[in-house]
């Protein structure tokens, strides 16, 4: 079964320390892997995306993820988090194809400590 | 870069009333959208793909005669909440992807907030 899987419901961080956001997923093809962040009561926007080349893949905001393709992982890091990178964050796999459904993991939502 | 609009960005309604919300793709051919639907503090729920000029077709378990999509236009595509009931409160979202070369992801609205008193 296709699915992504973001054990860590809710992370704190401390303003300017480093972050992880855990990703799995599990998918029968050559997944093509995505990072979405939303603010409270916005729509998504993309962080980064990941098709295929380098596994270590730089995104907007300083945000950057690395493929493992041996661990089924994508996990999402940022050296230094800024206040305003409180948000939820989702981690997504499809197919490839742009007309074809995305497949969202059931969010992370990061708190930043003063 | 691609801009999807969304319109209301929130809408309150009487039981029983039908809601119309419109995804609009400003600057680029959209010939697929998607409709998802969001829970508070929840993932996205796909309901429905929409192709331009063709029945959208939808998820399991998303009721087709209640969630009217029309996708009529290459920039636009309709969801109508028909019968609207407190039950059907709740954050849409659309996304939209287009032909033009290089398209290879989704781009997102900024939501619906539908509350059905």
């Known amino acids: 079964a296709q699915s992504v899987t973001q054990p860590d419901i809710h992370i704190t961080v401390s303003e300017g320390a480093s972050l992880e956001l855990r990703c799995n997923y599990s998918y029968g093809a050559t997944p093509y892997l995505f990072w979405y962040v939303q603010s409270p009561g916005q729509g998504l926007q993309l962080l980064l995306k990941?098709?295929?080349?380098?596994?270590l893949v730089q995104g907007i905001k300083g945000f950057e993820a690395e493929f493992k393709r041996s661990q089924s992982s994508f996990n999402l890091r940022k050296p230094s988090v800024h206040w305003s990178d409180a948000a939820e964050y989702f981690c997504a796999v499809g197919p490839g194809s742009s007309a074809s459904k995305i497949i969202f993991g059931s969010g992370t939502r990061l708190s930043i400590r003063p | 870069g691609a801009v999807v609009s969304q319109h209301p960005s929130r809408v309150i309604c009487k039981s029983g009333t039908s809601v119309k919300i419109e995804c609009r793709s400003l600057?680029?051919?959209?010939?697929?959208m998607f409709w998802y639907r969001q829970f508070p503090k929840k993932s996205l729920m796909l309901m429905a793909t929409?192709?331009?000029?063709?029945?959208?077709?939808?998820e399991q378990g998303v009721e087709k005669d209640k969630f009217l999509i029309n996708h009529a236009s290459l920039t636009l595509s309709t969801l109508t909440v028909t019968s609207a009931h407190p039950e059907d409160s709740s954050f849409y979202i659309c996304?939209?992807?287009?032909?033009?070369?290089?398209?290879?992801?989704?781009?997102f609205g900024p939501g619906t907030r539908l509350t059905v008193l």
């Open positions: 990941y098709f295929s080349g380098d596994t």
């Open positions: 996304s939209a992807t287009g032909t033009s070369g290089g398209f290879n992801e989704q781009f």
């Open positions: 600057d680029f051919q959209a010939t697929t």
């Open positions: 929409s192709n331009e000029g063709s029945k959208a077709t939808y």
